[in-house]
């Protein structure tokens, strides 16, 4: 099936619409299709080579490194994390699995780890001990919105011997000619980024959530290089990383088939403002998967199969692998509290992941 221009133009016209009459300091969209980049565009205070904080999108690409060690054989989704980290092992632990991990079941969204013990590997270690479940490994689905990617990276580090950057620079970026950055070195924040601006800030008075994604806001942490959140890329690189995950042969067809079918079909627990929700999501293995009824920030147009992630403050990028599209947009405009939950960002995420995700046909 081929890309309808009109669509596509109905798509950055909309995007654009967003920067020019709406809030946003700067928007940036790519589309791509059966393996080609056909759009790529910046609007507003941004250019071409401006590379976004990807926030939860990035867990894609954190996806993908991942599934490349079980299409390699190895990692298996059955084996305990403990049996592989054994300092992970301590209160109770023993009983997560690496599918737990993968599918935000593991009974630790919210286990502490945050700047400066992120830094070294052995505060992280430590950490590792420290932490204690929530709940049954399996029973409950809730966001991990650090504590998943740390123990991905270990993962990846005990199985390579590289640590997670270096693998994922080595395997994935550099061999498919992909832009992204982790961790970002301190003094290059200012060249390499877009850097969150508060859209709603009326007075020099008001403070922004600390704990929320504008932690990742300070150079020195984003350059501590958490996984999931702390990659910088651009929305071309978003869009042609779904592409080569279906075509460059890096990946099985096997594994990107598995990992992208719903392995958990539960409605999200927690605070709304971290991910919660009444509605049902699908997850396939860390991504997010439409099904027959697509959550929140996922689209609600295109195939069951699409898959992909949302993130703060309203950033999307999904691939729907029937007709071989995706798209991905991407901002730094971030309201004071992070994510967007007004009506105005509540309709912009429903009406850009609709019309980026309907452009074939």
């Known amino acids: 099936m081929a890309l309808n221009p009109a669509r596509l133009d109905v798509f950055l016209r909309r995007v654009r619409l967003e920067v020019e009459h709406g809030p946003l300091p700067s928007a940036q969209v790519a589309v791509a299709h059966k393996g080609e980049l056909v759009a790529f565009v910046t609007y507003g205070d941004a250019t071409p080579e401006s590379r976004y904080i990807l926030q939860s999108v990035g867990r894609s690409v954190v996806a993908g490194t991942v599934w490349k060690l079980l299409d390699d054989g190895l990692l298996d989704l059955d084996e305990h994390v403990a049996d592989i980290i054994p300092e992970f092992g301590a209160n109770g632990k023993d009983a997560v699995k690496v599918r737990h991990v993968l599918t935000h079941t593991a009974g630790l969204p919210f286990a502490p780890l945050g700047y400066p013990k992120m830094l070294t590997r052995e505060s992280r270690l430590a950490a590792f001990a420290r932490w204690r479940l929530d709940y049954e490994p399996g029973t409950q689905f809730q966001f991990h919105l650090t504590s998943a990617a740390w123990i991905l990276a270990e993962l990846t580090e005990r199985r390579t011997g590289l640590p997670f950057a270096d693998y994922l620079r080595t395997t994935i970026v550099e061999p498919l000619g992909l832009g992204f950055v982790l961790p970002i070195p301190v003094e290059r924040y200012e060249e390499l980024v877009a850097v969150p ?76 403002l971290y991910g919660g929700s009444d ?30 992630n949302g993130g703060a403050p309203c950033q999307l990028a999904f691939h729907d692998p029937e007709v071989d599209t995706s798209f991905a947009f991407l901002t730094n405009g971030y309201p004071l509290a992070g994510y967007d939950y007004s009506r105005a960002g509540t309709n912009r995420v429903i009406n850009i992941a609709n019309l980026g995700n309907d452009l074939a046909g």
């Open 197 to 272: 601006i508060a859209i709603d800030r009326t007075s020099d008075d008001q403070e922004i959530d600390p704990w929320g994604p504008w932690y990742l806001a300070n150079a020195k942490v984003l350059a501590g290089g958490e996984p999931s959140h702390s990659l910088i890329g651009t929305a071309a690189d978003m869009a042609m990383f779904f592409q080569h995950v279906h075509h460059s042969g890096v990946w099985s067809k096997e594994i990107v088939e598995e990992a992208t079918r719903p392995h958990v079909s539960m409605a999200p627990a927690g605070d709304k």
């Open 279 to 308: 509605r049902i999501t699908h997850l396939g293995l860390f991504v997010t998967v439409c099904g027959d009824d697509p959550g929140p920030w996922a689209p609600h147009t295109g195939s069951p199969r699409t898959w992909g």
